[in-house]
């Protein structure tokens, strides 16, 4: 039951609706009242912005932690998305381009040090090592049958919905996934391999409920600046062993001081 993280985190980084808007980007800008010329520049500018942006995860990814990247970006994507959407509501062409421009490079710059790299090193520890050339060759296939879906069935979705219900439709996608990786994905910055398997050995409900009590955590310290104190779900036996050796050796410095004092 540990590889449902990583399928999750991997299914998250095609429905987040990042490579719709790569494949057709020049599409939806022209839809928004650019020129051809203009959405080929405007696209080129959100790739130049998934790249240079994708840049610090090289330092975020283990200074924040994964799990924690994706919580904070996938809101972020949600919001970039509906302002593309409701900006294809706008009856003024300025506002409709500069909506439908700024919502997406916006998008660009949250996803890439979030749901760009992060499915992949996280896939990488999830997987113990006996499996995990098996588990990471999965792990890339999957994302790319989805990508195949993703982008089949753009087409589709825009003359259903029109482009600001299928931009809508990406957002609810991205709330749904922020749930998932809150009460599913476990962290793994900075651990070694026996502490992945005891971070992976903790039971599914028993981790969700941990992930529902970190809301009114995060709103403590983020929303109304407290200092609440952090829960400690993940209990590691070197911690513990450090612990006990600690008080042994305390111990028999006690006795030898009172055997001291006896003499």
């Known amino acids: 039951m540990l590889y449902y993280a990583s399928w999750i985190v991997m299914f998250g980084q095609q429905f987040c609706g990042v490579n719709v808007i790569a494949y057709y980007s020049s599409t ?15 696209s080129f500018g959100f790739g130049a912005l998934n790249w240079l942006f994708a840049l610090p995860a ?45 919502g997406i490079y916006l998008y ?16 990488a520890e999830a997987f ?17 049958f989805w990508n195949f879906v993703l982008s089949i069935t753009w087409p589709s979705l825009i003359l259903a919905f029109k482009s600001q219900g299928a931009f809508g439709w990406y957002a609810a996608w991205c709330c749904i996934l922020w749930v998932l990786v809150l009460l599913l994905v476990r962290e793994t910055k ?16 028993a981790h969700a409920a941990y992930g529902m009590r970190q809301i009114p955590y995060g709103v403590k310290k983020f929303v109304l600046f407290q200092n609440p104190v952090p829960e400690q779900i993940y209990e590691f036996e070197s911690e513990s062993e450090v612990s006990n050796t600690g008080g042994e050796k ?9 055997g001291k004092a006896n003499v």
């Open 28 to 42: 939806i800008f022209v839809d928004s009242g650019f020129t051809q010329i203009s959405a080929m520049a405007s």
């Open 58 to 102: 090289v330092f975020t990814i283990d200074t924040f932690g994964r799990r924690n990247l994706l919580l904070f970006t996938f809101p972020c994507m949600v919001i970039c998305l509906l302002i593309t959407s409701f900006s294809f509501l706008s009856t003024s062409e300025t506002g409709r381009v500069a909506g439908v421009s700024i």
């Open 108 to 123: 660009a710059i949250f996803y890439s040090p979030g749901e760009g790299p992060v499915p992949f090193t996280y896939s």
């Open 128 to 144: 113990p090592l006996y499996i995990r050339d098996i588990g990471m060759s999965f792990c890339h296939c999957y994302p790319w």
């Open 190 to 205: 900075g651990k070694t391999l026996e502490e992945l398997d005891q971070i992976f050995a903790v039971p599914l409900g």
């Open 250 to 258: 305390a111990g028999r410095e006690v006795k030898e001081d009172l």
